[in-house]
């Protein structure tokens, strides 16, 4: 007498064709994984630089390769070549891992995305995918949290003031703004019901979530952004104030590898974006009503990267029009904004999915409930504490005493402004500076 097996002894059906593949299979997709990541990397670099001298009126990378197309690998080739410095006062075991364990999550992180559906490779069913498993949102979120090490360790071992300062601005900029990206992610949960990205794609058959999900895909892109220290938010490597940032000690091959990690990094927020958001592999809307065979074979992988390329588009284009922020501003953003909003956006979102699946309400109210949360939402992001003004009025006009310069701290003689200094104090001159800051340290002194 045979059982049935019970229900949660069945494999999960969208999980069901990975793990299959024999380890030919496997070597294979993981090579045609890491050559894209590579190539691509290459024409992102190009990419963007034709992108910003056409936007800046000049003409970009023109004369290696058609279309100058072989500069990014001409550029690769020098940066191996350069001398190999290593400082004196770094640690030199750190100092080496540390691009090691920037790029190595950079690449591991699409070992999870879906490029496409169940095609023949070689000979073989398999889906154009390298594994699957049912939390593989969160995967990509703790090995993309990896690389925050690599970054905090780069600058930490090289013994510099402005590599270390870079490192920490970096580290606390990714971690903040990973919170908000994950909780962003927290809704396309709820709704697709998997936390596996092939079922997430599947989910999105009829609506994409970017959709339906709307606040969500806008705090994902801010967040993303943010994540990757790209301009406006490149803080980490403000030339006027830290050099270079975390990598200010690095060269040849160790700085390229950084460079990579950066420009992948680039490519996976950009692809995760388009799987829990776009549709992932799927046709646009219209294209399979008249093409019976667009979701079929290798075509997927046409629009999946077509969609990759709008989210990199957006990334030259923010790069090439915005300035730099304020570290500050930057952070507030951050955490008094996209973190607030993300809470009250999943609450909402959980709220309404319950509603919908138990069919309790009516749409009309439904819809009109949704509507007044957006406005509220979007009423958040501009509404500002205008009644503190307090920084903008200086002690004289709000009625109080100037500031003492020599009341109980480090002396500092009061600067001439034209004919007379503030307050009413006559300039001083040097020799006069000279002998009230001597005399006042020795008050001090004794």
Request: hydrophobic content about 55%; proline content about 6%; glycine content about 10%.
């Amino acid at each position: 007498m045979h059982l049935a097996p019970l229900a949660a002894d069945l494999p999960d059906p969208g999980l069901a064709a990975f793990g299959q593949d024999p380890w030919w299979v496997i070597a294979l997709k993981a090579v045609f994984i890491f050559l894209i990541l590579v190539l691509l990397t290459l024409f992102n670099i190009w990419f963007e630089r034709r992108v910003v001298a056409r936007m800046q009126h000049r003409v970009g990378p023109n004369v290696n390769g058609p279309f100058g197309l072989l500069q990014s690998l001409a550029d690769g080739v020098k940066l191996a070549l350069k001398e190999d410095i290593i400082p004196k006062a770094a640690d030199k075991v750190v100092f080496l891992l540390a691009p090691v364990i920037a790029v190595v999550p950079a690449f591991v992180t699409w070992s999870v995305i879906p490029l496409g559906p169940e095609v023949n490779f070689f000979g073989h069913q398999t889906p154009l995918q390298l594994t699957d498993m049912p939390v593989a949102v969160l995967f990509m979120l703790a090995i993309a949290s990896i690389g925050i090490y690599g970054i905090v360790l780069g600058g930490w071992s090289s013994g510099s003031t402005y590599s270390l300062l870079g490192g920490l601005r970096s580290s606390a900029q990714m971690i903040s703004y990973e919170v908000a990206m994950g909780l962003a992610l927290v809704a396309v949960f709820l709704y697709a019901g998997s936390m596996s990205t092939s079922e997430i794609v599947a989910a999105q058959d009829r609506l994409w979530f970017g959709l339906i999900l709307l606040p969500s895909f806008v705090i994902y892109v801010i967040s993303m952004v943010g994540e990757t220290n790209r301009a406006p938010f490149d803080l980490p490597e403000a030339e006027g104030e830290l050099v270079g940032g975390f990598h200010t000690e690095y060269s040849s091959l160790k700085f390229a590898l950084f460079f990579l990690a950066e420009y992948i990094n680039l490519a996976t927020v950009s692809a995760i974006a388009t799987t829990l958001f776009l549709g992932g592999w799927a046709a646009p809307w219209g294209i399979e009503n008249v093409w019976e065979g667009a979701n079929s074979g290798y075509w997927p992988l046409l629009w999946f990267f077509g969609k990759v390329f709008i989210f990199i588009f957006m990334f030259v284009w923010l790069r090439g029009s915005l300035p730099r922020m304020r570290y500050d501003q930057f952070m507030a953003l951050g955490w008094k904004i996209l973190i607030p909003v993300s809470l009250a956006w999943i609450v909402a979102v959980a709220t309404i999915r319950v509603i919908s699946l138990e069919g309790n309400i009516n749409r009309t109210y439904l819809v009109a409930a949704i509507a007044v949360l957006l406005v509220l939402t979007v009423g958040l992001l501009f509404v500002g504490d205008k009644g503190d003004t307090s920084d903008d009025e200086s002690p004289v006009e709000a009625g109080e005493e100037p500031h003492d310069a020599f009341a109980g701290g480090f002396p500092v003689p009061p600067m001439p402004t034209g004919g007379a200094v503030r307050g009413g104090a006559a300039p001083l001159t040097f020799a006069q500076s000279r002998t009230t800051v001597t005399a006042a340290a020795e008050e001090n002194h004794e």
